[in-house]
């Protein structure tokens, strides 16, 4: 009744190409930005942002940098744990290297050093596909890890191997390490999942977007209709690679604050953030988004219903987690195999009809 | 039915929820993943002990404990919900049992307050309390057990490891790491080579690593391992018939479900220790008659007298006795995290006071202070008897090093208070 296009005239073509074209969309989009700009860092604490926010937003960033690379141009990788650690470890040698720059830049540059990373673990990717190029994405997560524990020069000679953030500022406002106020860490964050999501959803509609999804769909109709496979693999990964820095330079710097990288970067990440974007939903800007609150939110859930509101030990709720997350990723992909961006589609697709199904 | 569960889950809720003047005691435990067989034994041991105090004495000084645990599944992500998640409800002292984890709470509990106690791991160079405000690590941390198996070694070669070759098979990871650099020193000083083997998480392939032995045949191996990688290493060390005397663990790879495994070519395996191992100690009975038989026992109580049972009440015990001796300088009974700070700082450990514990001789006597939050460094060596199926002690508890590892805490502590801009020096 309320969420359809009928009524909403547009008279430009600025207008009728923008990114919401339905109003009710356009209205939801505003007052989510409002309430997670204007209200949230009024009312966050360090456990809603610790435990909660931040882990939510970095990987957020993580899965739409993934999604652009699987769900967009079809190139499937599982080194994105790997990757996400060259733009923790290339944020860590910018913040000790030139501490008086302003963290806002170190994360960009993290994220533009991991993408010409990514670029160069990419190049296979024009003679090989599928499992082949899954198998290469992975040799590059173990080699960059491996690499990241052997080279004592990116951990500056610490003797543990490990690395930790130095206490940076944005502004004036302290922005990393353990004095830093929850909202400020939250908010510096959210600045670059927005940014990161505004440019991907223009990314995606554009040209560039579809000439990735030209590749995943047909390579070879892709480049007989024009499209050039080098460019259009290599810029995915670039771009790809860049938003996936962006979030272990966060992941590390704002997040964590102490890194090892066998530990937060292995294999798991890599897979946890392809199944974030598996289940949120392969080229879905949304997608993402659901499958990273699914993924982060959910172990948190079940843990304070079991251990905290039932009671229940420990031991036994962690064992559960794993078998009801387990249970539902199976479910999921069984009853909806395109993940929850398509629920939230077919359910946009009804509300259009509400409150007349036929 | 809706309602009837809300209504189930409130009162769940209230029944649940923290009752602020209890002396709260969280437990970063894990007892799941590849390092649950060590967590799980260490957890019950520390949640035995503080059940209890509650149930014999009535709590610490009148005031009854609360322990809060929360699994961690050895992850830093999950550690650091964890620590969220209790600092709240006024946690007194954090015990992570994991160096990764350890690292991540070092400049949080600084930066809230709070004091975290990391017994035999951690960052070593937090023995250091003009730096580490915050942060205990006595009774003894990694360099001393390095600097404890060279003793041993050396103590047992008549003094001279000129020549010798010692192979560290280590843990990947910050743990792991930890001892290299006193290891390196205490090369060049008596004269052996050290080769180092990583092993990556989870430990559970090793075999190349134990290939580089074989054909090496370095004199002795020492091993920094955890959890699953302990009983690989050990197994892997008899398929290559290793002599299992010249085979030294920390203290972290010498429990029984280490060595178990491996049955009767496990025997004469040896472990460091900074306390006493065996049940025959009047504590236990305590822990029999008020904890296990009462069905309140953490786990199935059977752990009771295991290494890392006990090590996890040892830590119960020092936790306790610095609430004690917390509540005797501020005068209240009901302290807060920055008063057990200043317990920790002040706490005195000594035979009469073990004694008195139902643990004479469990550990060394020590005392902190603000300069020294590490202890007096004493290790002793265990030997595995696959016969009895038992660890038992075959050295005294004797000094380490200190030479070596102080101008090493120095210089590593030094670094960290410029990296980070503390001025060293005592509140």
Request: proline share 4%; charged share 15%; net charge negative.
């Amino acid at each position: 009744m309320f969420y359809r296009e009928a009524g909403d005239f547009k008279v430009s073509y600025q207008e009728d190409s923008q990114t919401f074209p339905i109003k009710f969309d356009r209205v939801r989009y505003y007052v989510v930005l409002a309430v997670a700009f204007g209200l949230i860092p009024f009312l966050i604490n360090d456990y809603w942002a610790n435990a909660i926010l931040l882990p939510f937003l970095i990987y957020s960033i993580a899965a739409i940098g993934l999604n652009i690379l699987v769900g967009y141009a079809g190139q499937v990788s599982l080194g994105t744990g790997g990757f996400m650690a060259v733009g923790a470890y290339a944020c860590y040698k910018l913040m000790t290297t030139f501490p008086e720059v302003s963290m806002f830049i170190h994360v960009i540059l993290a994220g533009g050093i991991t993408g010409l990373v990514c670029v160069l673990f990419g190049l296979p990717s024009l003679r090989i596909k599928g499992f082949y190029l899954a198998v290469a994405t992975l040799a590059a997560q173990f080699f960059l890890v491996w690499l990241f524990n052997r080279v004592p020069w990116f951990y500056n000679y610490s003797a543990s191997g490990q690395i930790n953030a130095p206490e940076r500022d944005v502004f004036g406002i302290i922005i990393t390490g353990p004095n830093a106020p929850s909202w400020a860490t939250y908010l510096f964050c959210l600045i670059f999942l927005t940014l990161c999501a505004i440019v991907a959803r223009n990314l995606t509609r554009g040209t560039q977007g579809r000439s990735w999804m030209a590749i995943r769909d047909m390579d070879i109709a892709a480049e007989i209709i024009g499209v050039n496979p080098l460019r259009a693999k290599l810029t995915a990964f670039a771009v790809s690679g860049f938003f996936i820095g962006v979030s272990g330079a966060l992941f590390f710097a704002i997040y964590l604050g102490a890194v090892e990288v066998g530990e937060a970067f292995g294999i798991t990440k890599s897979f946890l953030v392809l199944f974030m974007v598996i289940i949120g939903g392969l080229g879905s800007i949304f997608g993402s988004f659901a499958g990273a609150a699914f993924l982060v939110l959910l172990p948190v859930v079940l843990k304070v219903v079991g251990v905290d509101v039932l009671g229940w030990p420990t031991d036994i709720v962690a064992h559960f987690q794993l078998v009801i997350v387990g249970a539902l990723i199976v479910f999921f992909l069984i009853v909806e195999p395109h993940g929850l961006a398509q629920l939230w589609r077919v359910a946009k697709e009804k509300l259009r009809l509400w409150p007349f199904p036929h | 039915m809706k309602m009837k569960l809300t209504t189930l889950a409130l009162g769940a809720m209230m029944a649940a929820g923290p009752v602020m003047a209890d002396l709260v005691f969280p437990s970063l435990s894990y007892r799941t993943g590849p390092y649950a067989a060590g967590g799980i034994p260490f957890a019950d041991g520390y949640a035995d002990y503080f059940t209890l105090l509650n149930e014999r004495d009535g709590g610490i000084g009148g005031e009854m404990t609360k322990l809060v645990e929360c699994e961690t599944g050895y992850n830093t992500e999950k550690g650091v919900e964890c620590y969220e998640s209790t600092k709240g409800q006024g946690a007194l002292v954090y015990q992570p049992l994991s160096t990764g984890i350890t690292y991540q709470l070092i400049p949080k509990v600084t930066a809230d307050n709070i004091p975290m106690h990391t017994m035999g791991y951690g960052r070593t160079s937090a023995a250091n309390g003009e730096v580490f405000s915050n942060v205990f690590n006595y009774p003894a941390n990694y360099w001393n057990g390095a600097s404890g198996v060279v003793n041993y070694l050396l103590e047992s070669n008549g003094g001279d490891l000129k020549g010798k070759t010692i192979a560290l098979v280590f843990h990947n990871s910050a743990y792991g790491k930890e001892p290299i650099r006193t290891l390196e020193e205490l090369a060049t000083k008596h004269g052996f080579n050290l080769t180092t083997l990583p092993v990556d998480h989870p430990g559970q392939e090793q075999k190349s690593q134990w290939l580089q032995i074989r054909r090496e045949r370095p004199d002795f191996v020492v091993m920094w391992g955890w959890g699953v990688m302990n009983q690989v290493a050990i197994q892997e060390a008899a398929n290559i018939r290793f002599p299992m005397e010249n085979f030294i663990g920390v203290w972290w790879s010498g429990a029984e479900h280490d060595v178990l495994s491996a049955g009767a070519k496990a025997d004469g395996y040896k472990a460091v220790t900074f306390h006493n191992v065996g049940r025959d100690f009047p504590v236990f009975d305590d822990i029999q008659k008020y904890v296990v038989d009462t069905g309140k026992a953490a786990g199935a109580g059977d752990q009771i007298g295991n290494v890392l049972y006990n090590r996890g009440m040892y830590a119960a015990m020092l936790a306790a006795e610095a609430a004690k001796t917390a509540q005797g300088i501020h005068g209240t009974a009901d302290i807060t995290p920055a008063m057990m700070r200043d317990g920790m700082e002040a706490l005195v450990i000594d035979e009469a006071k073990m004694a008195a514990l139902g643990m004479p001789n469990f550990g060394p006597a020590f005392n902190v202070s603000c300069e020294n939050h590490g202890g007096p460094g004493l290790v002793g060596v265990t030997q595995w008897d696959a016969e009895s199926k038992t660890w038992s002690l075959i050295s005294d508890f004797a000094e380490t090093d200190g030479e070596v590892i102080g101008s090493l805490i120095d210089a590593d502590s030094s670094a960290y208070a410029s990296e980070n801009g503390i001025e060293p020096g005592c509140k």
